[in-house]
């Protein structure tokens, strides 16, 4: 599969695996959840015989074991391991039928790809060539549609996709790429690939910063909004800075914008549209910002796979120019239990009845006040309210009413907060962004995570900051007008 990739990507894996990018603590997160789907979805087809328990990594005894397996007539077998010509391939599901084997590839993802198919592919083809005779394949993914109703229901979690068809027209394909990928193992010389569009598709390459280590720090690769295609035309052309892109080279104002501030090294403040939106808003002001979930497996009723779930927030509520700024936050107890409706009852009551809701990028906050609305009517009219009062803090720096050259193209509070509040940063915090208080706090919520203290006082500083960072910026704008 990485050779499918990137001939490069598959050298380097073969033989200088120490150049990988380290996984950070999001992909292990992501490897953790496909491991846990994985076993899920055995429970489909329960009473099967795992043949890799017990082996680690010793693919060798987990191919003869799986031999054993078949030879001694178990109907389910998990983890399958075959091995033909130096390909080893596993299966994670392999099922007796009385017409032959149904082989399942079990994938966390919400739909089919194309390189589900490839790799099933080659599994299959691997299978074949061992004598196994493989009646059906099909890939088992997350079904989105699905709605938790009480107990898990995991043949609508999972959907079966059969793909022999495809597998059977790509049987010549695969041995023709084993030729060649063996042919560039054995070559002794690393591929010599460019970088391009490859690198990120269909995953991004975990040999990134080896071969992307030319590219500065401050690209074309930074030019917001600016499509992959038009990025790799410059990058082609030897264009790399941005001080280097040609006048004529086509791109909106808004880019244009950026690129001028960053060689000038400047700022730019449109003070009477700053001035107007800030004279809309309505004090006190509410400043709120929500941290959301979402597990793959729905954990409660009426939620689907990967259905953000609202559990955290923090408030800061600013009631004048004078008064001292109130902090109040809500992080629901990792008890296991849904944490939508103490979240709708505690945001209802902090957030009073008066002043504006400052949020950042409003469409997020917006919709799952919505979502809640549906899901509880009988609050559906506070929950209401609390949505008509709504003000979105992104506005002036998505419209660049004020863009600093710092921000880089982007209008993220992630971006703006260095450029306007360089003494608040978030890299001090355990927790420096949401997808990592997501994942913490799943971990806390599945038991995994025991050191629960800590961790709840981590997305607690995290979310604080977040909404302690919206204050801030206000105040910059206002003493910018
Ligand atoms: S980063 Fe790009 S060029 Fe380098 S190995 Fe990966 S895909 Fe190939």
Redesign the pocket.
């Known amino acids: 599969m990485s050779g499918l990739?990137?001939q490069?990507?598959l050298y380097?894996n073969a033989y200088f695996k120490k150049y990988k990018d380290p996984i950070s603590e999001n992909q292990q997160a992501v490897f953790d959840r496909g491991h846990r789907v994985g076993k899920l979805a055995q429970q489909i087809f329960l009473g099967g015989v795992d043949a890799s328990a017990g082996m680690g990594y010793n693919f060798q005894k987990i191919v003869e074991r799986t031999q054993q397996l078949i030879q001694q007539g178990e109907n389910i077998i998990y983890e399958a391991a075959f091995q033909h010509d130096q390909i080893l391939v596993i299966f994670d599901i392999l099922v007796r039928t009385t017409k032959g084997f149904v082989a399942y590839e079990v994938k966390s993802s919400t739909k089919l790809s194309q390189t589900h198919i490839y790799d099933a592919s080659i599994q299959y083809y691997v299978a074949q060539k061992c004598g196994i005779k493989i009646y059906d394949i099909a890939i088992l993914h997350i079904n989105t549609a699905y709605i938790r109703k009480g107990t898990l229901n995991l043949k609508k979690l999972f959907k079966a996709e059969k793909i022999k068809k495809q597998v059977l027209e790509n049987q010549e394909f695969v041995e023709q790429k084993i030729d060649e990928f063996k042919q560039v193992l054995l070559g002794g010389l690393l591929p010599q690939?460019?970088?391009?569009p490859?690198?990120t598709s269909p995953y991004t390459?975990d040999?990134?910063g080896?071969?992307?280590a030319h590219i500065p720090k401050l690209s074309v690769f930074n030019i917001a909004g600016l499509a992959a295609e038009k990025k790799w035309q410059l990058y082609n052309k030897n264009i790399l800075s941005l001080k280097d892109v040609p006048e004529q080279f086509d791109l909106n104002d808004k880019q244009r914008q950026q690129i001028n501030c960053s060689i000038e090294q400047r700022t730019e403040l449109n003070k009477e549209q700053l001035s107007k939106f800030l004279s809309t808003l309505n004090l006190p002001l509410f400043f709120i910002d929500f941290e959301t979930f979402a597990p793959a497996i729905p954990l409660y009723d009426n939620t689907s796979p990967y259905k953000a779930v609202v559990f955290q927030y923090s408030l800061h509520i600013l009631r004048s120019a004078e008064a001292e700024l109130e902090h109040k936050e809500f992080i629901a107890k990792p008890d296991g239990k849904d944490p939508r409706i103490d979240f709708t009852k505690q945001i209802i009551q902090d957030c009073e009845t008066q002043g504006d809701l400052i949020v950042y990028n409003i469409g997020f906050e917006r919709s799952k006040l919505q979502e809640l609305a549906e899901l509880y009517p009988e609050k559906k009219q506070e929950l209401n309210a609390l949505i008509k009062r709504m003000k979105d803090l992104m506005i002036p720096f998505q419209k660049r009413w004020y863009y600093d050259h710092k921000m880089n193209g982007s209008h993220s509070i992630k971006n703006v907060l260095p450029a306007l509040v360089p003494e608040l940063s978030y890299k001090n915090l355990e927790i420096q962004e949401g997808q990592t208080a997501s994942n913490k706090y799943l971990d806390l919520q599945l038991g995994i995570r025991k050191n629960t203290d800590e961790t709840m006082n981590a997305l607690s500083e995290y979310c604080k900051l977040d909404t302690l960072a919206m204050v801030k910026i206000y105040e910059v704008l206002n003493n910018l007008t």
């Open positions: 990739q990137c490069k990507k380097l690939i460019d970088i391009g490859h690198c390459c040999f990134k080896y071969c992307h």
